[in-house]
């Protein structure tokens, strides 16, 4: 099996001073209202990508952050990242937000995408979608991942963000490892088996930064 992974996984480590509990990664339940709660996670998603590349290609904060630190950005996030009714259902209208939140902030992101359709002859093939997940990954970059419905992988939620931090392939195989971040942890997905079952399909956004 060949591993990609980004370089620094402890940057994504929050602490909670009052409680003295740790995480991985941002929650969108830290959010102060019951529709960022229930909406936020796509801009929870961008704000632990923006934050990930900061520090590591701008010198960013490398110790870990508090939950009051984590929410300050978040809640900076959402001002531009901002939840339809329907959330952020689609790779397009996040690349749109997130171009925005860009404009408004002074930073130059370049954003690539790869859809899987609801339509199986309009998808990609599985191979695709590792390349492009190992291109970013090989960047040290973390991406964006829609799950529009999670078929037979019952660890993910249906229509909702998460954030990839590293792949687990076998080459020439339909057989993928992912570990993403989601509720301040760490959780393994079996990324084939999501492919090949999911009946409406879902997208991944990579990111990358410069100032």
């Known amino acids: 099996m060949a591993i990609n992974s980004i370089q620094h996984q402890d940057f994504f480590l929050v602490k909670d001073d009052d409680e003295g509990n740790s995480f991985y990664g941002f929650d969108q339940e830290w ?11 796509g801009p929870t998603v961008v704000a632990n990508i923006v934050n990930y590349l900061n520090c590591t290609r701008h010198g960013g904060k490398h110790l870990p952050l508090t939950k009051k630190e984590a929410l300050a950005i978040m809640e900076d996030v ?3 990242v901002t ?20 404009k408004n902030t002074g930073l130059d992101i370049q954003l690539e995408v ?12 599985f191979q695709q979608l590792i390349s492009f997940l190992q ?16 078929g037979a992988e019952k660890r993910l939620d249906s229509w909702h963000w998460v954030t990839i931090i590293s792949l687990d392939h076998k080459e020439n195989t339909n057989s993928a490892i992912i570990n993403i971040l ?3 942890k760490i959780q393994e997905i079996d990324l084939g088996q999501w492919f090949h079952t999911t009946k409406l399909g879902g997208g991944f956004v990579s990111f990358d930064v410069s100032y």
């Not at 959010?31 to 229930?38: A, H, M, V």
């Open 83 to 102: 939840p339809t009714l329907r959330g952020i259902p689609s790779t397009q209208l996040l690349y749109d937000k997130v171009l925005d939140y860009a």
């Open 31 to 41: 959010y102060n209202t019951l529709w960022q709660r229930r909406a936020g996670c």
């Open 182 to 184: 989601d509720g301040g």
């Open 78 to 80: 959402y001002q531009y």
């Open 114 to 125: 790869l859809n899987v359709p609801e339509k199986w002859a309009l998808r990609p093939d």
């Open 135 to 150: 291109k970013a990954l090989a960047k040290n970059t973390p991406l964006a991942f829609l799950n529009l419905d999670n």
